[in-house]
């Protein structure tokens, strides 16, 4: 069983930049990890994603250039900064996590593992 747990969200001023941090327990080994947003009233929706070592890398277009997904593979932790966040970023993010993926792995329904989520708000 894989655990997940998020820290770092908060509430930041446009421009500004904010660090995610998802801890993970359990077997993880060659597993691929995916950050997702919501907003009430909408699907969830793929931020970034990665396979353990970063051989596979996805931005999701309205992050590209802003938001680096990476591992830290000694702490089992995965991260997601946040540059130069804009007031649509505002929503509740969730880390994920799947050992075999299919279709897309910026496609929530490819993964088996998620955390609580974390709020993040980007005041204009």
């Known amino acids: 069983q894989v655990q997940l747990v998020e820290s770092g969200g908060g509430s930041v001023q446009a421009g500004g930049s904010l660090r995610l941090s998802c801890a993970a327990s359990?077997?993880?080994?060659?597993?691929?990890w995916g950050w997702f947003r919501q907003t009430p009233g909408k699907e969830r929706e793929g931020v970034a994603a990665?396979?353990?070592?970063?051989?596979?890398?996805y931005y999701a277009d309205f992050v590209k250039g802003r938001f680096t997904i990476s591992q830290d593979g000694a702490k089992r932790t995965l991260y997601l900064q946040m540059n130069n966040l804009k007031s649509e970023d505002t929503a509740m993010y969730y880390c994920?996590?799947?050992?075999?993926?299919?279709?897309?792995?910026?496609?929530?329904?490819?993964?088996?593992?998620w955390g609580q989520g974390i709020q993040v708000t980007v005041s204009s």
């Open positions: 359990g077997r993880t080994s060659s597993y691929r």
């Open positions: 994920a996590a799947v050992k075999t993926a299919f279709g897309t792995l910026l496609d929530a329904m490819a993964y088996k593992y």
């Open positions: 990665m396979s353990t070592r970063g051989g596979e890398l």
